[in-house]
């Protein structure tokens, strides 16, 4: 007879395994090309200095994402609902709006960055976008969350291999040169500013949205196929794939910032202003096969992103004004439109520029967010048995007033 252990180890693997996916794919989408952009700016101007910062990350990563899912598992319910049902269309709104605003811009250079990795392997922008926005909206228009999971976790992994194929190429630079100091500290403009930019890809609004709402949908999703998880079993198996998610970003960071250490030329952010320079920024390490690893991850680390941000914005903004579920669909497709457009007619020579500074602008539009999340967190009638205990509650406005002052010192230096 099999014991009453393995019964129960098969169960655990088994419902790990079907809750596996919201967690992961809102880290996965922290990777997406803007921060991608970050990555190799930093490490190009500072090397790998900014790598202690980096694995720091995690912990504030880890604290905001996990509240979110743990909302998500108490409720049932997305962010925009729970905020909406407790606290007000006009509160949710406020919350919700900024976070929007923002991702309009996202999506252009999400788009933006599929074109060039697409133009860098022989396809033209002005065919692909159009083709990669129909497959978009045939993703997220599925009538199940878990139907446009799928594809995303598998080409999440392609992304993950491309970034270490970029590594192995690149290779680690000597101890001997100046720019392989993993903890660099200088008062100086662009160390902030590029600090700031770290930290506003860490944490994007979107990924706040999108984890609580899909963890909800998925829990939903397995009850009505008959498939129950207790809420602490739930909060356990989040927990986990939060951190892994977490540590797994914030390395997939750390090898981009250490490919892009040394490379001639690439501090200079016009160097990134065309394809044909940004597929062959490794070429003088890796050669020739170097603009393919490259155009292969940045449309993987876009195509996660756009999806995942289009669906955490859609979501985040119908939840928040009461739309139901059936109209989501009107949401997807027209909220990134314009943005297609404007990849197909703007001259993306400032994309870096405009890029570095939307990742600090991120961290000002956390903020509404991350205080309604702790208000959330620790009322006991919403949250119930998995409120917020009072170091918790302590933890987190420590992170979020890390998180904040990075921003901030950004803005004054």
């Known amino acids: 007879m099999v014991s009453n252990i393995a019964v129960k180890k098969r169960f655990f693997m088994k419902d790990t395994i079907m809750m596996f996916g919201p967690a992961w794919l809102a880290m996965m989408a922290d990777m997406d090309v803007s921060s991608y952009i970050g990555a190799a700016q930093t490490g190009a101007t500072l090397g790998y200095g900014l ?27 997305g962010l925009g609902t729970v905020v909406r049902r407790n606290y007000g269309t006009k509160i949710a709104s406020v919350v919700a709006f900024p976070m929007a605003l923002t991702d309009i811009i996202t999506y252009g250079i999400e788009y933006l960055g ?12 002005f065919y692909s976008i159009p083709v990669v926005y129909v497959i978009h909206i045939a993703i997220i228009t599925r ?12 080409i999440s992994l392609i992304l993950v291999i491309s ?37 506003g890809a860490v944490i994007m609004p979107f990924m706040i949205f999108f984890q609580a709402s899909a963890t909800g949908m998925k829990l939903r999703e397995l009850e009505n196929g008959g498939f129950t998880v207790g809420r602490r079993r ?39 202003a065309s394809p044909v320079e940004l597929g062959q920024v490794l070429a003088p390490i890796a050669g020739t096969f170097s603009p393919y690893v490259f155009g292969i991850g940045i449309i993987a680390a876009g195509f996660v992103a756009l999806i995942t941000i289009s669906m955490g914005s859609a979501w985040g903004v119908a939840e928040a004004l009461g739309i139901s579920e059936k109209s989501y669909w009107i949401l997807y497709v027209l909220e990134s ?49 998995l409120v917020l205990s009072p170091a918790n509650q302590a933890v987190y406005l420590l992170m979020f007033i890390l998180i904040v002052s990075t921003a901030v010192s950004a803005v004054v230096m």
């Open 163 to 199: 970034l270490l194929i970029s590594l192995f190429y690149r290779g680690i630079i000597p101890f001997s040169s100046p720019l392989e100091n993993p903890i660099l500290l200088v008062p100086t403009y662009s160390f902030f500013f590029l600090l700031a930019a770290n930290v």
């Open 143 to 154: 009538r199940k969350y878990s139907q446009a999971e799928k594809p995303l976790i598998l």
């Open 51 to 77: 790598i202690w910062v980096m694995l720091i990350l995690i912990i504030p990563l880890y604290t905001v994402q996990e509240l979110a899912g743990r909302i998500s598992i108490a409720t049932k319910n």
């Open 234 to 272: 739930s909060v356990r198996i989040m927990r986990k794939e939060t951190l892994i998610g977490a540590i797994s970003t914030e390395t997939l960071m750390i090898i981009a910032e250490m490919a892009f250490t040394g490379i001639p030329r690439a501090a200079n952010s016009s160097f990134f």
């Open 114 to 125: 599929i074109g060039v990795g697409l133009e860098i392997i022989g396809i033209s922008l």
């Open 337 to 385: 439109l314009p943005a297609v457009v404007a990849v197909l007619v703007i001259d993306p020579s400032n994309m870096i520029g405009i890029v570095l500074y939307l990742l600090i602008f991120f961290v000002f539009a956390l903020i509404a967010p991350m205080i309604m999340l702790w208000l959330i967190g620790r009322n006991r009638k919403i949250m119930g048995n």
